[in-house]
């Protein structure tokens, strides 16, 4: 344990800018988990597996020598068919809110399975040209892959929110949310609609995973390691809502940088969890 | 029923003999992980089976009693044994302390508990690391000596282990078949309701938790020194509650045996995957038989087989008192007792300036009424008058904001409900709440149990019998709620009022529903609640059976009352037929007044 230095003003703001960025990232991998959870009543803890296995598609065709971004165009409609497919199955066996928590469990475990047969256990890094690029503002570094991030974070959580606000399918999707027997006899079309959502989110789960793939280093035990702070981020924000998860994310993110500036990196997930639990206790309502 | 705490320990003796049939060392340690996982699974159960608040945080516990129990070791050089009870205890009490904190919230049930769990796993896990307790590089015990239980190390531990599941099965099983085990099962059926009946939900929770993490903390304590040298990543993770999780629902919540079948089932599964150097295919197979169990088991395993074995030898019924009044306790108050109670004039409850806001809706705005020993007061008004909540308030289920209410003469203002039903009141819901998993007989039997005072789970059931029979459902005695209709389940959500052996009975809009005949049938069973000693109090709508069935009533309107006494002359009154109907001049004048707006 280090002792309490306070750092100098560059090294804060450097920190402050790293904990945007990561927190873009908890953001973007909230907004699928949140909208899944809010508006479908369905926990999908297979979200983060899916998030892994696009970014270990997307290493896979950058080795081929395809661009992370290009290979969006191939591994997002395939996710949105992967969602839509699991959304299917729970809709047929009317799975409560729990069980789709642990059946979603077992597929993370199935999928962790098969990405450490075909990638192995080791650790795997994708080399694009975007990594070799930062900007620098003033004293800050600004990375091209985190830039990124934060742009894909931003867009779609604006352009979901705008969806869900001004749409008549975001209409019809919160208030089946709200009240599906209602929504049902004003001739909401729910099925499809799920479907459309259930597809939405696991593709954009596969967008962060292209996210992760460029930024950070890959192992199958990681998929694990993004649960708990993605969770926190999601229950912070409230569920349901487009861009809570994103400014919560960033909330998390940047106490988290700013402690381990402050302290030690071993410190971090003391703040995102007792925000957590915090607002757990005196909010309970937020998750209901 | 009391064979299987004898089968159990005899199980138990019989496996302590596997050690000295010399198989090589890696089957006791194959064992002891079974054991192990037994353990962890079934104390998980205790609460979160049993109660359906599923906890995450079981790592937490665990972990808490493993790193007891190594920093013993390790830095004040303990003898291990003397540190299990030492890792038990203080697993207990964070245990009780994060239980006293959750548990006091209000709605932080499902998902949020087990998130909330979670995250303390977590922030125990960071501030061991960060602490001298770990303080990052993990424990070593490599110097600790293991005590000579066994003819091995490894048979230690086998033993010990097998102790530890021994005491493990023993607490769930007498949990489960205990009055304690009703409750929490109630629990996990609707808390509310549970709590109505007199089940102190609260304190059965923390002592859920409480025992529960006390067993998860001496398996912590005995796996400390097995793994020899620990470290916080391996610990307070979330692989260790997502495992148990995944043995007690594949084996089946709602039994005892349940986790423990789940986690043979899975630990087998898993040793065999790796021992044949497929340990991958293994992490897979788990998965698949977890979804499987989700989507074609979700009760799980043994209640599968149970559910097949019953439909073969069906159980058979408790006799019918003859007298379903008085059915078995010399204890229960008669009427005659409950009249010195109240001595005060007659009046056994007593509203005075009862107020109740909901964020800034005044739904009671200072209701003063009394009720009267032995009468039947209907609770007469428009909707949105303040019937409901008036029960609501009185049965504990809200608490009131303002005002003073008395039960024969003690202040009844700011007690939980379940010391309310304790104390004499029994309510009826409108929407009829049942505890689904339990049969119409034992769904009596809970309010018998809790409300009426009845320990024994047999003895309940018996004198639930009577009430069954008391209110006609008697055929219907091992059907579960689901296969009733509405009338019958009324009439359920009244055998169980009655069956807590109420001095008041609060009925909310029994009648509501229920055809001309069938409100013929309910009519006569209000008077027959009556004959017992019983005083009723009624919401409802149904004004033939209010004039044909009330002493009195009260016309609530707007949160307060409007007028009290017989009911064929308070309807008579022209501020009740005001309330009721509108006043048509006003009405008309109104229409007028907004007529240009609306045109």
């Known amino acids: ?288 | 029923m009391k064979k299987t705490p004898l089968a159990i320990i005899a199980a138990a003796l019989a496996l302590a003999f596997v050690p000295q049939l010399g198989l090589p060392a890696f089957y006791d340690s194959l064992l002891y992980l079974i054991l192990h996982w037994v353990v962890l699974a079934t104390s998980w159960n205790i609460l979160s089976g049993y109660s359906g608040y599923f906890s995450f945080g079981h790592g937490a516990f665990f972990g808490a009693g493993l790193y007891t129990s190594a920093t013993l070791m390790a830095r004040y050089e303990w003898p291990f044994l003397w540190t299990l009870p030492a890792a038990a205890l203080l697993a207990c009490v964070l245990g009780l302390v994060v239980g006293a904190i959750v548990f006091r919230v209000k709605g932080i049930r499902g998902e949020v508990f087990a998130l909330l769990t979670l995250a303390v796993t977590f922030v125990l896990g960071t501030l061991i690391v960060n602490t001298p307790v770990d303080g990052g590089n993990g424990v070593s015990l490599a110097a600790v000596a293991v005590p000579a239980i066994g003819p091995t190390p490894s048979a230690t531990f086998y033993l010990l282990a097998l102790g530890a599941a021994a005491l493990t099965l023993l607490v769930a099983w007498w949990i489960a078949q205990s009055r304690f085990g009703a409750g929490l099962f109630a629990i996990h059926d609707d808390e509310d309701a549970a709590e109505v009946i007199g089940v102190p939900t609260y304190r059965y929770k923390l002592a859920a938790l409480g025992i529960s993490c006390a067993l998860a903390g001496m398996a912590g304590g005995i796996h400390a020194l097995f793994l020899n040298y620990v470290t916080v990543g391996e610990v307070f993770t979330i692989t260790v509650p997502l495992t148990v999780v995944l043995m007690s629902v594949l084996g089946g919540t709602r039994h005892w045996a349940g986790p423990a079948v789940g986690a043979v089932a899975i630990t087998l599964l898993l040793y065999g995957f790796t021992a044949a150097d497929h340990a991958l295919a293994g992490k897979a197979m788990v998965g698949v038989i977890l979804i499987a169990a989700i989507l074609f088991m979700p009760d799980g395993i043994l209640p599968r087989l149970q559910k097949a074995w019953a439909r073969r030898r069906p159980a058979p019924l408790p006799p019918v008192p003859l007298d379903p009044v008085a059915p078995t306790a010399p204890t229960a108050p008669t009427v005659a007792a409950m009249t010195t109670a109240a001595a005060d004039g007659g009046v056994l409850l007593q509203a005075e300036r009862l107020a109740k806001s909901f964020r800034g809706v005044r739904a009671l705005a200072g209701v003063d009424l009394q009720v009267r020993q032995g009468e039947i007061l209907g609770l007469l008004g428009p909707n949105g008058s303040g019937k409901s909540t008036f029960i609501n308030v009185v049965s504990g289920h809200y608490v009131a904001s303002g005002g003073q209410l008395r039960f024969e003469g003690r202040e009844l203002t700011a007690e939980p409900a379940h010391r309310i039903a304790r104390g004499g009141i029994a309510r009826t819901y409108q929407i009829p709440r049942p505890f689904a998993h339990f049969t119409v007989l034992d769904n009596v039997a809970l309010a018998t149990m809790f409300g009426g005072g009845v320990a024994s789970p047999e003895a309940a059931r018996r004198e639930a019998m009577g009430w069954l029979a008391f209110t006609g459902l008697q055929d219907k005695a091992l059907a579960l709620p689901e296969a009733l209709n509405l009338h019958q389940r009324k009439f359920l959500e009244l055998a169980r009022a009655l069956a807590a052996r109420p001095r008041l009975v609060l009925l909310d809009e029994v009648l509501c529903g229920l055809t001309p005949a069938e409100i013929d049938d309910a009519v006569a069973l209000v008077r027959r609640i009556r004959d017992q000693g019983a005083t009723v109090v009624f919401v409802e709508h149904v004004m033939r059976a209010v004039m044909a069935l009330t002493d009195r009533v009260v016309v609530f309107d707007q949160g307060g009352v409007l007028a009290a006494g017989p009911a064929a002359e308070v309807m008579q009154r022209p501020e009740v037929m005001q309330a009721y109907l509108g006043t048509v001049a006003l009405a008309a004048d109104a229409a007028a007044a907004m007529g240009p707006a609306h045109a």
């Open chain 1, 1 to 288: 344990m280090s002792g309490f230095t306070l750092p100098s003003a560059t090294l804060l703001a450097q920190s402050v800018l790293s904990g945007v960025f990561v927190g873009a990232l908890y953001g973007l991998l909230g907004l699928g988990l949140s909208l899944s959870w809010g508006l479908l009543r369905l926990i999908n803890l297979a979200h983060f597996a899916f998030a892994f296995l696009a970014a270990y598609l997307c290493y896979q065709l950058s080795t081929k020598g395809v661009d992370p971004l290009l290979s969006l165009a191939l591994i997002v409609p395939a996710f949105f068919a992967l969602g839509a497919a699991l959304h299917a199955l729970m809709a047929r066996f009317a799975i409560t809110p729990f069980n789709s928590l642990l059946l979603t469990f077992g597929l993370t475990g199935i999928v962790e399975a098969l990405i450490q047969a075909i990638w192995t256990a080791d650790f795997r890094k994708l080399e694009s040209s975007y990594g070799e690029h930062r900007f620098k503002l003033g004293a800050l570094y600004l990375p091209l892959p985190e830039l990124i991030t934060l742009a894909l974070a931003v867009g779609l959580s604006l352009a979901v929110w705008a969806v869900l606000r001004y749409t008549d399918l975001g209409k019809a999707l919160r208030a089946s949310a709200e009240d599906p027997a209602v929504a049902a006899a004003f001739g909401v079309r729910q099925q499809r609609n799920a479907l459309l959502l259930a597809g939405t989110c696991s593709a954009l789960a596969a967008v962060a995973g292209v996210c992760l793939a460029l930024g950070y280093t890959l192992a199958p035990s990681q998929i694990y390691a993004w649960i708990g702070v993605v969770f926190a981020a999601v229950m912070l924000g409230g569920l349901g809502r487009a861009l809570a998860p994103l400014v919560a994310g960033i909330v998390i993110g940047v106490s988290e940088a700013l402690t381990m500036a402050v302290t030690a990196p071993s410190w971090a997930p003391l703040v995102s969890f007792t925000l957590l639990i915090g607002i757990l206790l005196l909010r309970p309502g937020r998750a209901a």
